[in-house]
């Protein structure tokens, strides 16, 4: 089940992948779809112990949708743009393994990263 949040913080827990569920991809698909397709995606390759799926009203990137974070306690963030909410499942669950991989979420080699190496906005580092 994906998490929904809405103006609550989200909990500090296991690290989160968050997708904004407004945004519409150039296809009209909503980031739900991203959102749900992921969480599916993540159960069936047994990620779920180590990660969670979590719906936000907004990440407030409108201009650049659709967009999603990769967020966790002591590791780097990432906010990725312009995904496809079909097309990219299969590239965001090799992003974030990648990232679960890395010595404090800094990805070094972002190869196995596919389509998402050429959608990242932003990476901030663990402080």
């Keep these: 089940m994906v998490e929904e949040v809405s103006a609550r913080p989200v909990d500090v827990g296991l690290p989160a992948v968050i997708v904004c569920t407004t945004c519409r991809s150039e296809q009209g698909e909503r980031g739900a779809v991203l959102a749900e397709s992921l969480q599916r995606e993540i159960a069936r390759q047994c990620l779920g112990e180590s990660v969670r799926v979590v719906a936000v009203d907004c990440l407030n990137a409108c201009g650049e949708p659709v967009s999603l974070a990769l967020t966790g306690e002591g ?53």
């Excluded at 743009?81 to 669950?93: F, G, M, Q």
């Design 75 to 127: 590791q780097a963030s990432y906010v990725f743009n312009h995904l496809e909410p079909t097309n990219d499942v299969a590239d965001v669950v090799s992003t974030v393994k990648a990232w679960l991989d890395a010595d404090r979420g800094f990805i070094e080699d972002a190869s196995a990263c596919g389509r998402l190496r050429f959608c990242l906005t932003a990476r901030i580092p663990f402080v």
